[in-house]
């Protein structure tokens, strides 16, 4: 530094010294032109300059860079060139500008951040390279600017709106994706024609993991670059259709509903939105984003054929209630009723025959009152019959262990199919309502193994632990399908998970096909109970 000091003082002795002779006068007259040829230049170049002394201090500046920066002339000569420069770029910037001095490199460019007088940054681009006098010696740097700071704007303006729109395809929950067309198709072409290019030259050129997963791809990078034809895009018996209907609205379609079948039987549900980029009366390629609704519209057809299952059930409750009344009314009138009524009779005669004036005959009289009381006994046991049809007593009695226990001999007696049972010894803590839906979810169960299952046998647990009371019923007969389970006529299910539901329980039904079916319930305890022993049917 000492040495470039020296030659800068040395310059200014030699710039100040007196000609000795006519040929250094001559010299002189035609540096002083030169110079000021070189001053127009300075001041009136359209972009900013300076010259820079060897300790950084400008020596000269016009009035571009006075623009850029915000200083006046007089300002500018005043500071120091690391007062200008933003302290992030003064240590890159002090490097370039010694080894410039040092004469290590011819020049440098480099865009780099000053402060303006405001305080505002400005970005400009600085190209400097040394200046030399007729011996070759370093007199003073020179700094050609250019204000870039619109540019470096745009060029940030730019790139975070780039994060922001990678973020979003990045991170969308929605499906999104372009085709590329390699050559550009005619939209004036017929429909099919114009398809049967787009599944030639189309290609994807971007889409997400989103699209990607929709599809059954793990990544958007397993199928970027794919050509549409060679895609599991094209395979969808809905594309064709839907690129007509894309084509027909002139290449802009909304809310499109597709749906696509999986290998496994189910489907999944789309909603699409589709735009063509048209150029000239040429697709260029095309725009799409789409959601994938098969969750939404699963549980809207869920809830449909609820809805429709309610209703089914609704009237075959209400059809149900007027069969048991009408059975009723026929049980009561065929059975107590007439025997009732022949009661009466009876004792209309008996009456007679103790008023006769010939007396009666006690024997007579005997055989009568028999057959009076065997009717009596016939009518209360129709009456206990009509009654456990009703509500079993047995439950209300003695509770839902014992119930379930009558209710498998009742079933094993009366139709010979072997239905063993597990029941808990300790009397449970459940509720009457929860008790009825447990019983009576065994009888509907049992009375499906009769008319559906084809089977030998039936097994019946019934168990407790701290929470819960659990019922499972298992046959080894057919095995109920899927179909079967969400079928809208299958009521006597229908009923079982609405009388589990209703008391917020747990219920679930599954079958294995010639393994049997399995129905299992649980409802809550209303105290804590842990059972010890089980109960085994001998």
Wanted: hydrophobic letters at 35%; aromatic letters at 6%.
């Amino acid at each position: 530094m000492n040495s470039q000091k020296h030659a800068s003082k040395q310059q200014l002795v030699i710039s100040n010294s007196e000609p000795s002779d006519s040929t250094t006068t001559g010299k002189l007259t035609k540096t002083k032109m030169t110079e000021g040829r070189f001053r127009l230049a300075f001041e009136k170049a359209p972009i900013g300059m300076a010259l820079v002394d060897f300790d950084y201090r400008l020596r000269r500046v016009n009035t571009a860079l006075c623009e850029s920066l915000g200083y006046t002339a007089a300002e500018l000569l005043e500071l120091h060139l690391t007062d200008l420069t933003h302290a992030d770029d003064n240590n890159k910037n002090l490097e370039l500008v010694d080894k410039l001095f040092r004469e290590e490199i011819p020049s440098y460019r480099i865009e780099k951040r000053f402060v303006r007088k405001d305080g505002t940054l400005a970005w400009l681009d600085v190209t400097a390279l040394l200046i030399k006098d007729d011996h070759a010696k370093p007199i003073y740097g020179l700094a050609m600017v250019e204000d870039i700071t619109k540019r470096k704007r745009g060029d940030e303006a730019l790139r975070t709106s780039e994060e922001r729109y990678r973020s979003f395809v990045v991170n969308s929950s929605e499906g999104i994706l372009r085709f590329d067309i390699e050559q550009p198709i005619d939209i004036k072409l017929p429909a099919e024609e114009q398809i049967s290019l787009f599944y030639k030259y189309g290609y994807l050129s971007e889409c997400n993991d989103a699209m990607a997963h929709m599809h059954g791809y793990e990544r958007s990078d397993d199928i970027v670059g794919l050509r549409f034809g060679d895609s599991r895009f094209a395979s969808y018996p809905t594309s064709t259709s839907s690129l007509r209907r894309l084509i027909a609205s002139n290449y802009r379609l909304l809310n499109l509903e597709t749906e696509r079948l999986l290998s496994d039987g189910s489907r999944s549900y789309f909603s699409t939105n589709l735009t063509g980029i048209v150029v000239n009366g040429f697709l260029l390629r095309v725009w799409g984003v789409q959601t994938d609704h098969t969750e939404l519209k699963t549980t809207a057809l869920d809830l449909e054929r609820s809805h429709q299952q309610l209703r089914v059930l609704s009237g075959h409750l209400l059809a149900l209630r007027e069969r048991e009344k009408a059975d009723m009314a026929r049980e009561m009138h065929d059975t107590i009723g007439q025997a009732l009524a022949g009661i009466k009779i009876e004792l209309s005669l008996l009456r007679k025959k103790m008023t006769s004036p010939d007396g009666f005959d006690s024997d007579d009289v005997r055989t009568r009152l028999d057959e009076i009381g065997t009717s009596l006994d016939e009518t209360i046991v129709s009456v206990k019959a009509i009654s456990t049809e009703l509500r079993p007593g047995v439950l209300d009695k003695f509770g839902l262990a014992a119930a379930i226990e009558w209710q498998c001999e009742e079933f094993s007696r009366r139709l010979g199919t072997k239905c063993s049972y597990q029941i808990p010894k300790e009397e449970l803590s459940l509720s009457t309502e929860a008790s009825t839906a447990l019983f009576r979810i065994l009888q509907e169960a049992l009375t499906n193994v009769v008319k559906h299952a084809e089977a030998n046998s039936v097994r019946v647990r019934l168990t407790v632990d701290a929470s819960k009371v659990s019922l499972e019923i298992a046959d080894d007969g057919k095995g109920i399908t899927q179909e079967q389970i969400k079928a809208p006529t299958s009521l006597g299910l229908l009923g079982m998970r609405e009388r589990v539901e209703f008391l917020k329980g747990s219920f679930s039904i599954s079958g294995l096909h010639g393994k049997g079916t399995t129905v299992k319930v649980a409802f809550p305890l209303k105290t804590e109970i842990i059972s010890e022993s089980i109960g085994e049917q001998p």
